[in-house]
């Protein structure tokens, strides 16, 4: 068991870090986004009170770190874990000045009303680490390692906390499964003192991608450190008179960032058709969904543009 | 003026716009930029090397006083130190710092916006006054990351496209007009 942890200031692109570090390193991206799926795998639909999140987090992440090594992207993660040889915690931080000019790109803002936004982000984000972690502010004594974006750019500092994490993780050896264990035990018997029981477990699974060219493209999002999730929603498109599903379409990717959805379509045109067929009633039941199809031509000429051996297509 | 046929390269299968009709736009835009930012200190910024071309044609046809600067990025598919692509980067960053300036991102093209999205965050992140994208052409079609376009020359329809800046395997930068490749002729 190897776990890297990492928050950040917000605005400051340390998801950005992550993502690369995780990358980098081979271990699995913890999101919040992630850990909320795990943890409602584990525990069911019922929401977990404030003041267990702690404890139901560090039962699922301990149990899966058995088996995978973990990058922990959440604010507040320093806090879920104990001080150990097998565990490193970061901080990303930058200054105000480019905090706001993230935000003035992001949302389109001018400077003061960029400024005003991040007051706005400051104060979530203290409330979030007050409700979870019973901590409003920042310790700077909880973090291993700190990192400043001010004259570092994302992809440096990705590589400078992959290495950190090679050396710390690599010289001290990992947390044994019976602490894992011990751990897990600890927080399950919080748990179940609040009347949390776990219905079932939380796996990893990793993307398996349908074709090549999925993967290439993913390959092409992770380059340029754009998050996605691959195949994460299926949307039935017709039901039968019971009301069951009778036809659905599932997008190739998400990109949560742009709330978009990808279809790649790299096969012969019939398929296309048929394809182009689900995505136009797709808008149609679903107008509040955004897909961009990327045909084929498109795929190729990216291969092209980038000169990459192109995988024949089905 | 069309350029005689054997001065055309073989795999250029059709002429999209002559270098009259390049000049002409950029000159169209270089007014519409002098007027936005007139009396202001605006930094044009390009991307090596695709943008040069029109990076010195646009300044050129500016009526107002500019700074240049020039950047770098390691692209996909170039060497990385393991099985994956690695990550994008700068491979050659700005000579002076962005502070407080008026900034113009200077693109031969934006399609996917995957590059121009990067290289908006790297230089949003260094406190710019203002930053804005000028692009000489516009692939709007292909776009899946969305990116706002402040400047274009023109829009184009979904083709690989070479000249004024745009290669294959670095031929055809210097063509003075815009063409479409064929690369399976010759």
Known sequence: MALLTISGDPASRWEEVARGAAQLLDFELVTETRLAQWMTEEFGDTPIPARAWASAAVAVLARLAREHPLLIALDGSEHLFRPAAWLLRARITTIDAHRAGNLMLDLRLEKPDALARLRELDAENKRLRKTRFSRASVDSAAFDLTLNLARTDAAQAAEMLAAAAQKRLGDQGLLSPNAADEIEFETRLELAKRGIVPARRARVTRASFGHPSEEMFANLLDFYRIHWEYEPRSFPLQWDKDGHVTEAFTPDFYLPEFDLYVELTTMKQSLVTKKNRKVKMLRAIYPHINIQVFYQKDFQDLVFKYGLRMVASS | ?186
């Open chain 2, 1 to 186: 003026m069309i350029p005689a046929p054997e001065n055309v390269p073989e795999n250029i299968e059709r002429i999209l716009f002559t270098e009259e009709q390049v000049s002409a736009r950029i000159a169209e835009v270089a007014t519409e930029i002098s007027e936005k930012y007139r009396g202001r200190d605006l930094k044009l910024i390009a991307v090596l090397k695709g943008s040069v071309f029109f990076l010195t044609a646009l300044a050129r046809a500016l009526t107002i006083p500019v700074k240049i600067d020039f950047l770098a990025i390691s692209s996909f598919g170039g060497p990385s130190n393991g099985p994956t692509p690695g990550l994008v980067r700068i491979a050659k960053d700005l000579d002076e710092p962005i502070l407080d300036e008026d900034v113009l991102l200077v693109e031969d093209i934006v399609d996917t916006g995957f590059t121009t999205r990067y290289l908006l965050q790297t230089l949003a992140g260094r406190g710019p006054r203002s930053l804005g994208i000028c692009t000489l052409l516009d692939r709007s079609v292909r776009r899946i990351v969305q990116v706002p376009v402040d400047f274009r020359c023109f829009e184009i329809p979904d083709r690989f496209v070479v000249g004024c800046g745009l290669d294959h395997k670095q031929l055809y930068r210097n063509l003075g007009y815009i063409a479409v490749l064929n690369p399976e002729r010759g």
